[in-house]
């Protein structure tokens, strides 16, 4: 959980927190991790911390993820993520994302695993004739303010869902497993100053249709999450 710092804390990301991350992509590993363990410290987790305190009114109170990397069933034995991630909850289900790394600040929201009980609700949303155009406006109304909408995190149907025609008028979101907005914002200048804040809670508040229109026809999911979470 968030617990410290505040808007008047935010100064940017010090340019010494990407420099950490393309040092740790290099050498991944609990050496290089423990005799720099303070440069994270300052240079991205208090400054993060401090962001996403100032706006938890706004977006919600968030939960930073841990750097460690659960390497049990994975071929890379890499112990860090090269970058930091924190991620908050709406009431709806939906999520508000961003994440640090080398490559600078990415910032996203939306759902981006629908679990078994969500793509039914959502599927059907996105048929009906009433709902599934007001999530066509919304894709477009956040396309316009330069934010990318996509699936999340698998790879849309090649077909169309079970049940579904193939020549449904939205047959390429009933494909969909997840709906994610996104910018990748990368490494301007201005991310070592106070506009990053301005810039990050952009990207969010013009994600604001998508995010309605899934808090109000998705929902969160009421299934038990899969063992070993």
Known sequence: MVQAGG???????????????????????????????????????????????SVADEFGT?????????????????????????????????????????DGLFVGGGMYHLARDQIANYRDAVADDRTGPALERAIAAVRKAKV??????????????????????????????GVITHRQIGAPAWLHTKKAGTE????????APVLAWLDANVGPSTLAPPEGR
């Open 7 to 53: 808007v008047d804390d935010f100064r940017g990301f010090p340019a010494e927190s990407l420099e950490f991350f393309a040092a740790l992509a290099g050498n991944n590993t609990r050496e290089f991790w423990h005799a720099n363990k303070e440069t994270f410290e300052t240079s991205v987790r208090d400054p993060l911390r401090a962001f996403l305190d």
């Open 148 to 177: 990318e909408v996509s699936h999340g995190y698998e790879e849309p149907l090649k077909t169309a869902p079970k049940g579904y025609p193939k020549d449904h008028p939205r047959i390429d979101l009933l494909r969909w497993k």
């Open 200 to 207: 990050i809670t952009k990207v969010w508040r013009a994600s």
């Open 62 to 102: 968030f939960h930073l993820f841990r750097m460690n990397r659960d390497v049990r069933f994975s071929k890379d034995k890499s112990p860090y993520k090269t970058a930091q991630g924190a991620v908050t909850e709406t009431d709806g289900g939906s999520t508000h994302y961003i994440h640090l790394g080398a």
